[in-house]
């Protein structure tokens, strides 16, 4: 059964950091293209980093620098790696798994979707 599992979320202080993980089952998450997003109450999702079946990676400019996006293939598990953490990234964080090739892809694009894990950031 093709499946992600989020986990990681948690209550932090602003200025904190937490390291969410994705693990995935019944595909190889290297061959697509993978994404975090994450959903704030009353607001659209939104993609806060990918990586390309190539292994590149792509950051909306409201987290560059503060979040990282890895990959462990031995484990087949994704990662979002969140630093300097403000109230304003609060929010359900989903991974998600779209068709090789163009990467990043919008939400609608993606094919395979875990079922999230909040995040809350206290000022």
């Known amino acids: 059964q093709v499946q992600l599992v989020e986990s990681g979320g948690g209550s932090v202080q602003a200025g904190g950091s937490l390291r969410l993980s994705c693990a995935a089952y019944?595909?190889?998450?290297?061959?697509?293209?993978m994404g975090w997003f994450r959903q704030a109450p009353g607001k659209k999702r939104e993609g806060v980093a990918y990586?390309?079946?190539?292994?590149?990676?792509t950051y909306p400019a409201s987290v560059k620098g503060r979040f990282t996006i890895s990959l462990d293939n031995e484990k087949n598990t994704l990662y979002l790696q969140m630093n300097t953490l403000k109230p304003e990234d609060t929010a359900m964080y989903y991974c998600?798994?779209?068709?090789?090739?163009?990467?990043?892809?919008?939400?609608?694009?993606?094919?395979?979707w875990g079922k999230g894990t909040l995040v809350t950031i206290s000022s």
């Open positions: 019944g595909y190889t998450v290297s061959n697509y293209c």
């Open positions: 998600a798994a779209g068709p090789g090739g163009r990467c990043p892809r919008t939400p609608a694009d993606m094919t395979i």
């Open positions: 990586m390309s079946s190539t292994g590149s990676t």
